[in-house]
């Protein structure tokens, strides 16, 4: 059974920063595609970034030069270092794991999913 877990959320003022981590078990982050993705109350849910089997990765542009992410293949766990934080980056983060490369995983949705964790900045 694939689970993938987040943590690292919380409350922070703007321009500050937070790590979210995802622990994944039953499943190996290195076969493919992994991502963040996010929801604020009442939006729909986007894409925050996603990291390809080999390390490259992709951003959304509200993201850009704020936010990296990264994976240790050891512990199998995929990180979101978030800095300079904005009131606009509030929401529920989820990560997400896919098998097949990170463009068909977008055009399809991805396989598997996490519970989330909410992160908050105060302006």
């Known amino acids: 059974q694939v689970q993938l877990v987040e943590s690292g959320g919380g409350s922070v003022q703007a321009g500050g920063s937070l790590r979210l981590s995802c622990a994944v078990f039953?499943?190996?982050?290195?076969?493919?595609?992994m991502g963040w993705f996010r929801q604020a109350p009442g939006k729909e849910r986007e894409g925050v970034g996603t990291?390809?089997?080999?390390?490259?990765?992709r951003y959304a542009d509200s993201v850009k030069g704020r936010f990296t992410i990264s994976q240790d293949n050891a512990k199998n766990t995929l990180y979101l270092q978030m800095n300079g934080l904005k009131a606009d980056d509030t929401a529920m983060y989820y990560c997400?794991?896919?098998?097949?490369?990170?463009?068909?995983?977008?055009?399809?949705?991805?396989?598997?999913w996490g519970q989330g964790t909410q992160v908050t900045v105060s302006s």
């Open positions: 997400a794991a896919d098998i097949r490369y990170c463009a068909a995983a977008a055009r399809a949705g991805f396989n598997y």
């Open positions: 039953g499943y190996t982050i290195s076969t493919n595609c």
């Open positions: 990291i390809e089997r080999y390390g490259s990765t």
